[in-house]
């Protein structure tokens, strides 16, 4: 992984790009994944992709639960 990803993924990630523990089970179950940059789930997504594109905002953003628990943004919480 190049420095020139990591600073851009750290300039995507907000706080409301975490996850709770149950949304990471359904988007598991469902194979979808978030997107970084403008929150939206998209479908026919790996649990383990990274940097997929983004229907929404057209950005290669998009990644599925078990990236977002290796990043740390899972919470454990249904609220947080
Ligand atoms: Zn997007």
Not at 38 to 48: A, K, L, Q, W
């Amino acid at each position: 992984m190049s420095p020139g990803v990591k600073t851009k993924r750290a300039g995507w990630i907000k706080h409301a790009d975490r996850i709770s523990i149950d949304e990471y089970w359904q988007m598991d179950s469902a194979m979808e994944g978030k997107c970084l940059a403008c929150g939206d789930i998209r479908s026919m997504c790996e649990p383990d992709a990274r940097w997929y594109l983004c229907d929404s905002c057209e950005q290669y953003a998009v990644h599925g639960p078990h990236e977002f628990l290796m990043m740390d943004l899972v919470t454990e919480g249904a609220d947080e």
